[in-house]
T-cell receptor, first 112, second 113 residues
Framework: GGIITQTPKFLIGQEGQKLTLKCQQN?????MYWYRQDSGKGLRLIYY???????QKGDLSEGYDASREKKSSFSLTVTSAQKNEMAVFLC???????????FGPGTRLTVL | QQQVRQSPQSLTVWEGETAILNCSYE??????FPWYQQFPGEGPALLIS?????DKKEDGRFTIFFNKREKKLSLHIADSQPGDSATYFC????????????FGQGTKLSIKP
């Protein structure tokens, strides 16, 4: 088995601030993802990385940057936090070419 | 534009009953449909999935029924247990692009003991 660790668990920032969320996985998975989950809504894909040196935009990439530092880690940066961005950010990983995605517990972002 | 829709938004059933969660989609090219289960404070976890070549998939108390012509599917949870209380997400993707899952907005299921 493995685990996905997301840090921090709770993140509070000021409007306009640049904020970074981190994700680590020890599954040895090639592919990693960042999703945003708003209350009462489904998950929306922000960025994903198929292999270590790859980076792909999802449907919600505007206002975000991502970085795949190494195979096991994937970071997401909110470039300028906005109040309507308060949500839970979920990191996931999967075996290359496999369907099943394994999710971390999430980072809850609050913007003051 | 919501490509994957779920209904109802919330559902309460008694313990032992069958809970039925519905999902519909717009893109007829979608061919992989997973259902994810999420408990409060946790990330979603894959519960069961189906490919469009099948019309039914069973795994214990959980069954997916799939109607390709109508672009609809449903998740049936038989003999519902209080531990099944969670939010359930239907998702869809193309097999060749399985990294891009499109999620529905979820159904919050509560099981009354």
């Amino acid at each position: 088995g493995g685990i996905i660790t997301q840090t921090p668990k709770f993140l509070i920032g000021q409007e306009g601030q640049k904020l970074t969320l981190k994700c680590q996985q020890n599954f040895n998975h090639d592919t990693m993802y960042w999703y945003r989950q708003d209350s009462g809504k489904g998950l929306r894909l922000i960025y994903y990385s198929i292999t270590e040196n790859d980076l792909q935009k999802g449907d919600l990439s505007e206002g975000y940057d991502a970085s795949r530092e190494k195979k096991s880690s994937f970071s997401l940066t909110v470039t300028s936090a906005q109040k309507n961005e308060m949500a839970v950010f979920l990191c996931a990983s999967s075996i290359l070419g496999d369907y099943e995605q394994y999710f971390g517990p999430g980072t809850r972002l609050t913007v003051l | 534009q919501q490509q994957v829709r779920q209904s109802p938004q919330s559902l309460t059933v008694w313990e032992g009953e069958t809970a039925i969660l519905n999902c519909s989609y717009e893109n007829s090219a979608f061919d992989y449909f997973p259902w994810y289960q999420q408990f409060p404070g946790e990330g979603p976890a894959l519960l069961i999935s189906i490919l469009s070549v099948s019309d039914k998939k069973e795994d214990g108390r959980f069954t997916i029924f799939f109607n390709k012509r109508e672009k609809k599917l449903s998740l049936h949870i038989a003999d519902s247990q209080p531990g099944d209380s969670a939010t359930y997400f239907c998702a869809a993707s193309l097999i060749y692009n399985q990294g891009k899952l499109i999620f529905g907005q979820g159904t919050k299921l509560s099981i009354k003991p």
